[in-house]
């Protein structure tokens, strides 16, 4: 077993190239460097020294009721990113801190995240902690990135929320907190910042009842706040712990009973502060309620804290309430006593009910939750395992690529440093090389036999339960929806020596992120980069430059609209060509009117007339020049919906080649498309903003001048929830001017809706835009 395992990364320039995504010099490595200048072995890594060797085995596949599979979330700027690395350098895995500030953190990976200090991508990273393995995964708290967000947390068992305690609950909050909610999270809350001045522990615990209507069970008290904070009181213990603040890692803290004749009055809040918090777990758990009723109810005092904590852990499950603890990640104090939270509030692995699991009867069941590319490896996928074993040099079958593929080697994430492993079993988080067709969100099976079984198995249980669902719906894990891209802009490469080199980068891209799409405009042959938001094109920018070596040039960003035509008209069109010696010779009529039903691609009806036997051949060449003439409408060159193309006539000469037949057709369609009345359609947002009550007239009177449609204002406390639909084009940078409108105390939620079609005087404004008249 032993000869298996191997660190991954044996030098210090292989561990350059294994470094996902170019990372700028930071202190991890350059401690690496100087502890071995030509090689490591198991004794280098941090955290594992010879005697730990011994106990590689049980590191590798630990026993699955230790094993946290835990994410951190919160709004941007929480403190997400250095929490994690004082996690890390605790539990022994990093020798030194690293710091945002200075742009030396091992878990923002990628060069952009330590310039902006910002997260951008997740980075999983596993360490230990007292006995427990901990999969760590540090998740993105940009908007741009909530897809990042989803697509971990759906592999998490659990979560810890940070939050900045002079904020309390912020916007994204609110959005990953229901993202959490959907996937039925257990969580606990972490009140981070307790140094900052103006920080209140009172006020952010009340806005975790309020905005998040969780119930918040106290397990702790700061000592101090803003300046003065140098420690928190374990409530359920008693205990108080104190950081020394002569120590600047935070290493060491004292841990003391609180006793009546030196803390008095921190005493007497805490008897106060458990009892509440007994009482209130017990009207959560019914096992609780009789044990504290029948043994206890006396005196809530001689309740002994493992039992308090076994029925803190059952609510804490069943996300009936979630337990807050306080800190200052910054400052060194409060993160030992999270981990020992993590490990004991929230949930192994064997405890979070996944439906499928039956399904697969112990055979492997993964999900690709992550692809990185590294220049020299391939892609690297981090992988879920749900059920099951996955090994090195073994094949599995990927379900929604209907591809088998082979594991060359499978590794440990240790941040930036992987282990490579013999196996790995259900519950864990893995890093595999060789998977060359994986995608994010692939669900991965041992063999397509073994899927085929699964599937059968959930069929019959479907037809138990009277559940209808298709086959890859039963056999997929619960995939991520990933909404339409609603901006764009063209990218062009260096030169055009370069553009095979631009559309690896992107395909690479794409892999790893599916919310990326790339189009060729059939006109220009430029590419076009379709994202999510401004700074996500940015940033795909910039990775181009930095990981594939290519300066690229971005054109302006543009909303996707969309034509449509609102009468029908006809074209003739004939093309004759003679290319060498032979004569290309297609002629075609046709009639472009609007379709009855809504549709984005173009519904194709040949009249009579035309030959069946002439179409037999040719069918799909009209077909593909039918669809590559509605990729570019008319008016803005946006895709042509809901239109129906009624081809009347078609005469081939005979040796006329299928692209002149696409090329004739595909002229001809735009010629009717040009002929008939053209309409622009532009993207609908559905807009949902949350905003206290004396914000509310400021908001709708921006919304008014944003051809915003208020449909509805609900009341929830003292808040008011304005529903309505906007256009995108109008709300572009809305959430800097919500915050400046609203102080930073309104969120609010925008999805695709619909494309509609653009009033007259609008749509004007649009087009003199677009060619340069305005
Ligand atoms: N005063 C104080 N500042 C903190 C604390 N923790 C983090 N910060 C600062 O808050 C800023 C944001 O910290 P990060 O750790 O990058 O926050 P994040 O949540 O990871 O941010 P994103 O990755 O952008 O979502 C940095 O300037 C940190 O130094 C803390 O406990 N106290």
Known sequence: MLTNLRIFAVNHQKMYSLYINNMCCCKIRTSLKSSKPDGRNYSSLPGLTGNDIKSLH????????????????????????????RILYYSGYTR?????????????????????????QSAAVTFDWKGYRVNLIDTPGHVDFTLEVERCLRVLDGAVAVFDASAGVEAQTLTVWRQADKYKIPRICFLNKMDKTGVSFKYAVESIREKLKAKPLLLQLPIGEAKTFKGVVDVVNKEKLLWNSNSDNGKDFERKPLLEISDPELLKETVEARSALIEQVADLDDEFADLVLGEFSENFDLLPAEKLQIAIRRVTLAQAAVPVLCGSALKNKGVQPLLDAITMYLPSPEERNYDFLQWYKGDLCALAFKVLHDKQRGPLVFIRIYSGMVKPQSAIYNINGNCTERVSRLLLPFADQHIEIPSLTAGNIALTVGLKQTATG???????????????????????????????????????????????CTIEPPSGSKQPDLDHALKCLQREDPSLKVKLDPDTGQTVLCGMGELHIEIIHDRIKREYGLETFLGPLQVAYRETILNSAHATDTLDKTLGDRQHLVSVELEARPGETPSVTPVIEYADSVSRDLLKDSQEAVENGIHSACLQGPLLGSPVQDV????????????????MISACVSRCVQKALKKADKQVLEPLMNLEIIVPRDYLSPVLADLAQRRGNIQEIQTRQDNRVVIGFVPLAEIMGYSTVLRTLTSGSATFALELSTYHAMNPQDQNTLLNQRSGTT
């Open 58 to 85: 049980s590191i590798i596949n630990p026993p699955i009721a230790k094993t946290r599979n835990i994410g951190i979330m919160a709004h941007i700027d929480a403190g997400k990113t250095t929490t994690t690395e």
């Open 96 to 120: 030194s801190l690293g710091d945002v500030d200075d742009g030396d953190t091992v878990t923002d990976f990628m060069a952009q995240e330590r310039e902006r200090g910002i997260t951008i």
């Open 442 to 488: 692939d669900t991965l099976v041992s063999s397509k036999s073994n899927a085929l079984a699964a599937a059968r198995r959930a069929e019959r249980e479907g037809e138990k339960q009277q559940r209808r669902s298709s086959e890859a719906e039963r056999l997929l894990l619960a995939g991520v929806e990933i909404p339409e891209p609603v901006f764009f």
């Open 644 to 659: 129906r193309i009624t081809l009347h006539s078609l005469v081939i000469h005979p040796g006329t080649s299928a692209t």
